[in-house]
């Protein structure tokens, strides 16, 4: 696919504001889409990023972006922070299309989250770790590294309200206190929530507004942090990537019609549906939204 990157990306806030975040794990692309756009066309793209034109990304490194994982919006939109299975992690500054922190996990990275410090704490499947990585000002790699045993790590997000980490893995749902020590991370676990065997905990996100977790697996869980208590969301299996709409409430979902990706992305009651050309292989997929 050919990028198009919009003369008005300067005003990245107003222009991206609820688009379409995907990776295709075929080509290492991550891509901005248009969700009122026609994606078989090269207009759609209004944003693109590759390792292989980064120039922080050393060639030796591009392995590590094999089959890329997810991505998210954070810093208000400013940045994009990346995972891939392949073991590696880049925090992007969209207005350069460049990265300005790295690390490399391993151990099929499926997650990340960016703390107010500045810090990143990725979740690894087979490598059943989370992964801590401090950061003093414009440091490009890593300062310091906590690592805590987390078998089947998929996801991971930071709940400013209660300044918790959530993690789910396998078959629990958990909360952790950070210390924000840059010299001395730690992650200390203060309550976990059992989801039951076979679960096969995947995606996780948080509703900021409703004070409740998303999480994907066997079914669609809704989780309550103020009551700790669960609901069903959905029957729909398998959701490999759910994220809501902060104004419209609109659920868009990755379902796999091929092993785990699909070239295909919709709501998830079937309203709307777009399609990656080539053969894409979507994971994850994100609302711009923040």
Known sequence: MISVLLCSLCAVGQDLRNQILCSDQKTRDVFIMDANG???????????????????IP???????NNMSDSKCVSDGKQVLVVASGG????????TKQSVFTAYPGG???SA???????????????????VF????DEKTPHKTFTYKFPGGHGVVWDQIHGLVWAVGADVLVAFRYN????????????????GKGYSGHDLVLLKKENKLLLTGRDVKEFDTMLGTFRLFSNRHPV????????????LVQIPNEEWWNDTVMLLNGDRKWTLPNKARIYKVRWFSF
């Open 113 to 131: 989250e960016l703390l107010p410090d500045g810090t990143v704490i990725t979740a690894s499947s087979t490598g059943a770790t989370l992964k």
């Open 59 to 65: 060639p030796e490194r591009l392995r590590a972006f």
């Open 134 to 137: 401090t950061r003093i000002g």
């Open 88 to 95: 590696g992690m880049a925090l992007i500054d969209v207005a």
């Open 180 to 195: 924000f020590d840059v010299e001395n991370p730690q992650l200390v676990p203060v309550q976990s929530f059992d989801l």
């Open 240 to 251: 490999k990537s759910i994220s809501i709409h902060p104004e419209t409430g609109e659920q």
């Open 38 to 56: 026609d994606w078989s066309k090269p207009e759609a793209i209004l944003w693109h990023w590759n390792p292989k034109d980064d120039p922080n």
């Open 108 to 110: 099929n990275t499926h």
